[in-house]
């Protein structure tokens, strides 16, 4: 028997799950909250392991989906969001020792990229541009069939290019970036400074508001709720405009939270997308969707990285 | 014997070559400027090949780098600058046609790429991003060892991105785009603007003003053409950031008439860089330099085209 087993190390959940040689159905699944009291993240993850693994099997190689920085040449996790106790960790070196089987690491958004290129809305297309928008915007493309990685395994920061100069700070320190205005903190943050700014909306006095509350909100009428998510759109159409200029893709898949908003922000994409296209050769055959895999778009990427690593 | 021919159909020149199987010096090469009078662009083109092709000798294959639209799918040159009789023109076939030769065609931008990637300042690197600024500014990436094209081959427009919203108007119809503001005729342009508002400059009443002049103005301390040149400089290492975030290069080379200007433009694209850049790791390791193979980048390329295309 053939076995994978693949690991997403996300910011709530962290999730190990045991595959055979084919298919997407796990074996068997573990979650545990990422934070949890009592052993350190390191030995929560072989115990997961040794539990998901059916006993007396080898396991043929082992995929990681991990967020935040990571060092995918050096298989280290530089920080891992939510998971204090992983910092600057050799989870490669270290898992390799511990079992003795291949292991294979990367960021979650280029994992959902392979995950909805082999498994999900982009199967049958070799060039594929997917953006995660969430909390954070990530990205991942294929091109020609190839996931990008760049030299030093950097590469497809797709929320950190400039849309508007002198615009909202991002979180990495510098401005105007397109995560600083379309993802779903800077989409909630908008909305919280138009009101104290005097403009009003239904969520006035809300003790939440978040990307999820003012699409309820925009859903029901509420123009300041429709504005912030008309905003989000505009610049991720400018910037999407930018991507297929750059790399020609055959589909875009918005993955991440903030795209099951669907066409509450896929319509403001789309018109500002065609007021700043170069050509509608761009647009012609292209398709824009919403990711298929939802949560399970890291662990069934970090699944194919194992068997990809394996079976090349 | 083994015989390619290359040919570059520049908006000045048309030149044709014959090279051997291996090396970067022709047996034979033809340049004529590309609006001569008489025969027909094609007929022309037919001329050239039949006179630097060894006598007696099959052609191995043809490589074309065309500016301008084209598409390298179909084989087609949708328009090519400065020479008027190819509109929609099936080069491909056409040649392949009349040759019995199998032939290809891409632009000079990406061609441009590939020659500095194999012959030229690139060698030894597998992840490369070329950037030709001149008239315009175009494009090419070697990622992993792949040129990268795109589903029809439209990628790589490195020069139509927004660096900034409401900026300059593009020749392409869009304002803001990174050619609107840094290629040689938005430099030229902008000077002109200023001296128009009543900027004091050394170039005032001069006959000409284009980016060489600026560029030698700026040297001999002008304000205004070192302003100039900082200005697109500025917006260049903007845009410049946007690229490394995405490709995560080893290597970043500069072609085209202006980046003879050499530090000129190098400075404050350096300096605008360290400025945007989300983390000094993508510079850590980065050579940034200008092309080896000049006026021959487009030719080089064209001649690997054909090599590559038939060997593999």
Redesign the interface.
Known sequence: MTVFIAIDLGGTQMRVAAFGGKGFTPIHIERIPSQSPGASPQERLIQLITKVAPKGEQISAIGVAAPGPINPQKGIILTAPNIPGLVNFPLVADLQQKLNVPVFLDNDANLAALGEWQAGAGQG???LVYLTISTGIGGG?I??G?R???????????G??????DGPMCG?G?RGHLEAIASGTSIARWVKQEIAQGVPSALIGKSEISAKTVAEAARQGDPLSQAAYARAGYYLG?AL??FL??????IVIFGGGVSRSGELLLNPVRKSLHQ?I??E??IK?LTITTAALGDDAGIIGALLLARQSTYV
Do not use: K
């Open positions: 297309h070799n060039h493309i091109s020609a190839h990008l990685h760049g030299a030093q395994g950097f590469a497809t920061e797709m950190h290019i400039t849309v508007l100069p990495c510098h400018q405009a930018d200029h750059i790399f020609n893709p055959s700043h170069l050509s050769q761009y055959n």
